[in-house]
Nanobody, 121 residues
Framework: QVQLVESGGGLVQPGGSLRLSCATSGIIFSISTMNWYRQAPGKQRELVAGITSGGITNYADSVKGRYTISRDNANKMVYLEISSLEPEDTAVYYC???????????????WGRGTQVIVSS
């Protein structure tokens, strides 16, 4: 069974930083491209960062220079470091494979609970 468990969110002042973590199980992590997504209030979920099995990274234009994705294949973890946080970064952050893992038994994409990031003074 696939599990995606995000953590590390919280309430942060503008200009602050956070490191989000995602623990995975049930996937062949070492060969999977992993992504971080976020969903802001009233908006659709969007892809913000990705990292291939070989460590190649890519970012949405809106977060380039402030977000850094990394991975630990030995521990099946993926991380997202966010610096210079802005109120617009407020969202629930999720990790998932690329494309998002599809559970054929339940016929739906599987997501973790996410981790809430709130940027406010």
């Amino acid at each position: 069974q696939v599990q995606l468990v995000e953590s590390g969110g919280g309430l942060v002042q503008p200009g602050g930083s956070l490191r989000l973590s995602c623990a995975t199980s049930g996937i062949i992590f070492s060969i999977s491209t992993m992504n971080w997504y976020r969903q802001a209030p009233g908006k659709q979920r969007e892809l913000v960062a990705g990292i291939t099995s070989g460590g190649i990274t890519n970012y949405a234009d809106s977060v380039k220079g402030r977000y850094t994705i990394s991975r630990d294949n030995a521990n099946k973890m993926v991380y997202l470091e966010i610096s210079s946080l802005e109120p617009e970064d407020t969202a629930v952050y999720y990790c998932n494979t690329d494309p998002p893992y599809y559970d054929t038994y339940f016929n739906k994409h599987q997501w973790g609970r996410g981790t809430q990031v709130i940027v406010s003074s």
